[in-house]
């Protein structure tokens, strides 16, 4: 049996707070993520015993949210440049969620998310080696490089916007920008 509609919202609120206050320092207590999820800590230790149990839900949710947030991006559909541009959107609105598996797994998955991590990237890797046949993606880099390039680009963008050196509404475009510049084939030199 599910959680009822209010328990579920309550729940999420406190993933939504953990992902917040962790995805800015991992070292944050209970008490600031209550704070910030808009419930008392006691709620907190109803669905979840302990910190650990939260910390392992959140990665679990997080990784989650990525996958269905790449999933919306349409793989398959259009050129894979333009997939991976919505990639990225998809990466920058989940803010949050990626910056917290940065911090708090390095981008490795524990045994029970590996599989949902893999997912992930095969989405992404997919559409790299896609674009990289289409010529929309130097093909001459390693796709494992340039989704490497994505991850830490889109990491280090919403870094910034939270720590005010971009505005949050500009991050997204510089983003692709950046990534335009870095893994989209390069004409030849001139001699």
Same mark, same amino acid.
């Given at each position: 049996?599910?959680?009822?509609?209010?328990?579920? #919202?309550?729940?999420?609120?406190?993933?939504?707070?953990?992902?917040?206050?962790?995805?800015?320092?991992?070292?944050?207590?209970?008490? #600031? +993520?209550?704070?910030?999820?808009?419930?008392?800590?006691?709620?907190?230790?109803?669905?979840?015993?302990?910190?650990?149990?939260?910390?392992?839900?959140?990665?679990?949710?997080?990784?989650?949210?990525?996958?269905?947030?790449?999933?919306?991006?349409?793989?398959? %559909?259009?050129?894979?440049?333009?997939? +991976?541009?919505?990639?990225?959107? *998809?990466?920058?609105? *989940?803010?949050?969620?990626?910056?917290?598996?940065?911090?708090?797994?390095?981008? %490795?998955?524990?045994?029970?998310?590996?599989?949902?991590?893999?997912?992930?990237?095969?989405?992404?890797?997919?559409?790299?080696?896609?674009?990289?046949?289409?010529? %929309?993606?130097?093909?001459?880099?390693?796709?494992?490089? +340039?989704? #490497?390039? +994505?991850?830490? %680009?889109?990491?280090?963008?919403?870094?910034?916007?939270?720590?005010?050196?971009?505005?949050?509404?500009?991050?997204?475009?510089?983003?692709?920008?950046?990534?335009? #510049?870095?893994?989209?084939?390069?004409?030849?030199?001139?001699?």
């Amino acid at each position: 049996m599910g959680l009822s509609p209010q328990r579920a #919202r309550t729940r999420q609120a406190i993933l939504d707070g953990a992902a917040k206050e962790w995805a800015h320092d991992p070292s944050v207590g209970l008490a #600031r +993520i209550a704070a910030t999820a808009g419930v008392g800590r006691a709620t907190i230790h109803r669905y979840f015993p302990d910190r650990e149990h939260l910390h392992q839900a959140l990665v679990s949710e997080s990784w989650a949210t990525l996958r269905e947030a790449i999933e919306r991006a349409a793989p398959g %559909t259009g050129s894979a440049w333009e997939v +991976i541009e919505r990639i990225v959107g *998809a990466m920058v609105h *989940a803010d949050d969620r990626v910056r917290f598996l940065f911090t708090a797994t390095e981008g %490795t998955a524990s045994d029970a998310d590996a599989p949902v991590a893999r997912a992930v990237d095969a989405l992404v890797v997919g559409e790299i080696e896609r674009g990289q046949r289409e010529g %929309t993606l130097d093909a001459t880099v390693p796709a494992g490089w +340039i989704e #490497r390039m +994505i991850w830490s %680009t889109v990491y280090t963008g919403l870094d910034a916007a939270s720590d005010g050196l971009v505005a949050p509404h500009a991050v997204e475009d510089l983003i692709r920008r950046t990534l335009r #510049r870095v893994v989209r084939p390069h004409p030849p030199a001139l001699p």
